[in-house]
Nanobody
Framework: QVQLVESGGGLVQAGGSLRLSCVAS????????MGWFRQAPGKQRELVAG??????YYADSVKGRFTISSDSTKNTVYLQMNNLKPEDTAVYYC????????????WGQGTQVTVSS
């Protein structure tokens, strides 16, 4: 059974930083099958960051502010979020897929990030 457990969310003022962590268990994953999504109230879930062929990619709205990284020895993926804005407020989810080109099918429970203005 695959399990993804996120941590690191919280309340921060605009301009502040947070680092989210996601620990994967049940299977050893490469970074290319991991990703971060978010869902704000009343909006659809959107992809924030992930890896493709070991190169990080980001949603336009977070480029230059967020950084995704991984530690394969710990089966952990991180999302460093800098210069946070109120519009970044959302529940952030870690996700995984069976293959690098597959559909994300495994989800964490989510961690709330709230950015105050």
């Amino acid at each position: 059974q695959v399990q993804l457990v996120e941590s690191g969310g919280g309340l921060v003022q605009a301009g502040g930083s947070l680092r989210l962590s996601c620990v994967a268990s049940g299977r050893t994953y490469s970074q290319n099958v991991m990703g971060w999504f978010r869902q704000a109230p009343g909006k659809q879930r959107e992809l924030v960051a992930g890896f493709r062929w070991n190169v990080a990619y980001y949603a336009d709205s977070v480029k230059g502010r967020f950084t995704i990284s991984s530690d394969s020895t710990k089966n952990t993926v991180y999302l460093q979020m800098n210069n946070l804005k109120p519009e970044d407020t959302a529940v952030y989810y870690c996700a995984a897929r069976a293959t690098a080109m597959g559909v994300f099918e495994y989800w964490g429970q989510g961690t709330q990030v709230t950015v105050s203005s």
